[in-house]
C-alpha cells in the first residue's frame, strides 16, 4: 500500500515538474532540469507517433489576436492562483485540525465535498495547462484526475477504519469532488460507468486541445510574399507587415540568403524582444534562463499575461535611451528571425509552416528599420534556439 501511494504521489509531482517547466525555464536552475527532462521531450520529438506531446496549442510567444484567446490566457491564471489559494486554505484546515486534534475535518469547504484539496489542485492544474501549453500537460492532467480519484477512495478507507461510523455518515451527505445533488445528476454509478466518465474528459480536454490549436494557428498574425511566411509577434504589426514586407525580403542581404525553392518562417518581432531566445539562439541577453530577474519575470507570467510580452524587454534594455523599437531617427526598428523549414512543406498556405512534424532550422536574422525599408544589421544564426535543443513555442 505504501508502494502505490508513494507511486500515485511521485506520478502528481511529475505533473506538477512538466508544468512548472517555465518557471524553471527562465531560473538559474535551467540547465539541471533540461539535463534530466530533455531527453524525456527529445526522445518523444524523435517519432511523428509522439511528436505532437511535445507541441503547444496556445499562443505562448505571440499576442493573442482575438478575445477568446486573450480570455482564455487571463482565465488561465485565475484557474492558477484560485486553485492554489483554495489548496492552502484547506491545507490551513487540516492541519489546524490535527495539531488541535479535533479529528476528521467535516467543516468549512469540507462541508459539501470530501476532496477539496484535490479539486483545488485540478483546477489548479487546469490553469497550468492553459499558461504553458503543451499537449503532454494536458495528457498528464487527464492522469493525474485519475489518481486524485485513486487516492481520494484510499484516503476514505482509510478515514473509516480510523473514525467508523461517524466518517461513513459523513460519506453519505456529501460529495467527492462536487456537491451531492450535483454528483448524483452527473455522475455514473459502477466502476464502467466512471471510466467512461474519464475518457469523456480525456476526450474533452485533448479535443479540446487540438481545437485551440488549429483556432490559434488560424487567427495568428500572418503573412506571405514568395517563399517566406512573415509571423508577427505584435498583431498591430500586421499593418506594417502589408506595406513593408516585400521591400524589406527584396533588400539584397536578404535575398540573397533566400534559396529558391526553399521555404522560410520568419518572425516579425521587436528588436529587444523578450522571448526571441525560444526560436533562436540571438545571443546571450535573450538566454532569459542567464538574467537575474527570474522572479519578476515570473510574477509578469502569471499576473501580468502580455506585459512581459510587449514590454518586458523595455526594463532590460533600453536601447541607448531612446524609445524601445525605434531608431534614432525616429524610424520603427524590428527583427526578422528566418528559419528554414525542411522538408519544405507540399502547399504554399501560410499555416502549413507550423505543422507539428516541421522542422525550421534557425538560418539568420535581420534588424531593419520598417519606416524607410533599410537594413540596420544582419547575422547568421546557429540551428539551435537559446535553450539548446529543447523543444520550443512556435507560437
Not at 509531482?13 to 530533455?38: D, K
Amino acid at each position: 500500500m505504501k508502494t502505490k501511494r508513494f507511486a500515485l504521489i511521485s506520478v502528481i509531482l511529475l505533473y506538477f515538474v512538466i508544468c512548472l517547466e517555465i518557471l524553471i525555464m527562465i531560473s538559474p536552475f535551467a540547465g539541471f532540469f533540461y539535463a534530466a527532462f530533455n531527453p524525456v521531450l527529445l526522445k518523444l520529438a524523435d517519432s511523428p507517433a509522439t511528436r505532437w506531446l511535445t507541441a503547444f496549442f496556445l499562443p505562448h510567444m505571440a499576442i493573442p489576436a482575438t478575445a477568446l484567446l486573450i480570455g482564455l490566457r487571463v482565465l488561465g491564471s485565475w484557474f492558477f492562483l484560485g486553485g492554489m489559494a483554495l489548496f492552502f486554505l484547506c491545507a490551513i484546515q487540516i492541519y489546524t485540525a490535527k495539531f488541535l486534534r479535533r479529528g476528521a475535518v467535516s467543516g468549512g469547504l469540507y462541508r459539501f465535498i470530501r476532496h477539496p484539496q484535490y479539486l483545488a489542485l485540478a483546477i489548479a492544474g487546469l490553469g497550468l495547462a492553459i499558461l504553458w501549453p503543451r499537449f503532454l500537460v494536458v495528457v498528464l492532467w487527464c492522469l493525474m484526475v485519475l489518481i486524485y480519484f485513486f487516492l481520494a477512495r484510499d484516503e476514505e478507507r482509510r478515514m473509516v477504519r480510523e473514525h467508523g461510523a461517524g466518517y461513513r455518515s459523513y460519506l453519505e451527505k456529501t460529495g467527492m469532488f462536487l456537491p451531492k445533488s450535483v454528483e448524483r445528476f452527473l455522475l455514473p454509478h459502477g466502476t464502467s460507468g466512471r471510466i467512461i466518465l474519464w475518457l469523456a474528459v480525456c476526450v474533452v480536454a485533448l479535443g479540446g486541445a487540438w481545437g485551440l490549436r488549429a483556432y490559434t494557428i488560424h487567427h495568428l498574425t500572418m503573412r506571405q510574399e514568395g517563399n517566406v511566411t512573415a509571423l508577427a509577434i505584435l498583431p498591430e504589426d500586421g499593418f506594417k507587415l502589408d506595406h513593408r514586407l516585400k521591400d524589406l525580403l527584396a533588400l539584397p542581404e536578404i535575398s540573397s540568403r533566400l534559396q529558391p525553392g526553399a521555404r522560410y518562417l520568419a518572425y516579425f518581432l521587436p528588436q529587444n524582444y523578450i522571448m526571441q531566445g525560444l526560436i533562436a539562439d540571438t545571443g546571450g541577453d535573450w538566454r532569459l534562463y542567464k538574467q537575474h530577474h527570474a522572479i519578476s519575470m515570473i510574477t509578469d507570467w502569471i499576473l501580468h499575461p502580455f506585459r512581459h510580452l510587449r514590454e518586458g524587454h523595455h526594463a532590460m534594455h533600453h536601447n541607448g535611451g531612446h524609445q524601445p523599437g525605434m531608431s534614432p531617427e525616429n524610424g520603427i526598428i524590428r527583427r526578422l528571425i528566418f528559419l528554414q523549414l525542411t522538408p519544405a512543406p507540399a502547399d504554399d498556405a501560410p499555416y502549413s509552416s507550423l505543422n507539428i512534424n516541421q522542422e525550421r532550422v534557425p538560418v539568420f536574422t535581420a534588424d531593419v528599420d520598417v519606416h524607410t525599408a533599410g537594413l540596420l544589421e544582419v547575422r547568421d544564426l546557429p540551428e539551435t534556439t537559446g535553450w539548446g535543443t529543447v523543444p520550443t513555442p512556435t507560437f
